[in-house]
T-cell receptor, first 115, second 115 residues
Framework: AQSVTQLGSHVSVSEGALVLLRCNYS??????LFWYVQYPNQGLQLLLK??????LVKGINGFEAEFKKSETSFHLTKPSAHMSDAAEYFC?????????????FGKGTKLSVKP | DTEVTQTPKHLVMGMTNKKSLKCEQH?????MYWYKQKAKKPPELMFV???????INESVPSRFSPECPNSSLLNLHLHALQPEDSALYLC??????????????FGSGTRLTVV
């Protein structure tokens, strides 16, 4: 069964500092991986997705993630945090290589940005 | 139109009431999903419709009844709910087909409170 583990339920950074949110996956088949952001009382917005086309994936709002098969990781980074980045971030994987078409989410990481 | 629209945004209902949640998309997506999200938790899959047919039911209690009248609409009928069913209900859609993942678009959700 496929799953994702997000390390750290809460990450706090200063404005302008590097953002690093960690996600490790478990999969017996090539995974499709996603990062979503959720602002308070809102739905989920797709930041970026990995579908095996390129290991370094660039997303919206300056975020990017690198797929590392040897480390089974898909960490999310942003060079310089902005106050508006404060939100909940979810890493997600599709089970069975996408044959069922649904998403399984990690537990989430809350990002706080200090002025 | 690149949105998934959910109505109502907020709903308060008694345990004996019958209500419905509505989800609509006009992106031509043929897979639609209901997720339930409790506070400070990741979304959990409830139902998947593929080409207007129910393909996944994650052992959801019968007091939740999904319906997909056409390729653009998804409803969730609610009856005799319990207070623990209070949550954010998210609808999503995708072009997902077996082996092909194009990404998922989420609505902003319906905040349901059962009293």
């Amino acid at each position: 069964a496929q799953s994702v583990t997000q390390l750290g339920s809460h990450v706090s950074v200063s404005e302008g500092a590097l953002v690093l949110l960690r996600c490790n996956y478990s999969s017996s088949v090539p995974p499709y991986l996603f990062w979503y952001v959720q602002y308070p009382n809102q739905g989920l917005q797709l930041l970026l997705k990995y579908t095996s086309a390129a290991t370094l994936v660039k997303g919206i709002n300056g975020f990017e993630a690198e797929f590392k098969k040897s480390e089974t990781s898909f960490h999310l980074t942003k060079p310089s945090a902005h106050m508006s980045d404060a939100a909940e971030y979810f890493c997600a994987v599709t089970p069975d290589g996408g044959s069922q078409g649904n998403l399984i989410f990690g537990k989430g990481t809350k990002l706080s940005v200090k002025p | 139109d690149t949105e998934v629209t959910q109505t109502p945004k907020h709903l308060v209902m008694g345990m004996t009431n019958k209500k419905s949640l509505k989800c609509e998309q006009h992106m031509g997506h043929r897979a639609m999903y209901w997720y339930k999200q409790k506070a400070k938790k990741p979304p959990e899959l409830m139902f998947v419709y593929s080409y207007e047919k129910l393909s996944i039911n994650e052992s959801v209690p019968s007091r939740f009844s999904p319906e997909c009248p056409n390729s653009s609409l998804l409803n969730l009928h609610l009856h005799a709910l319990q207070p623990e069913d209070s949550a954010l209900y998210l609808c999503a859609s995708s072009q997902a087909m077996p082996g092909k993942i194009y990404g998922y678009t989420f609505g902003s959700g319906t905040r349901l409170t059962v009293v």
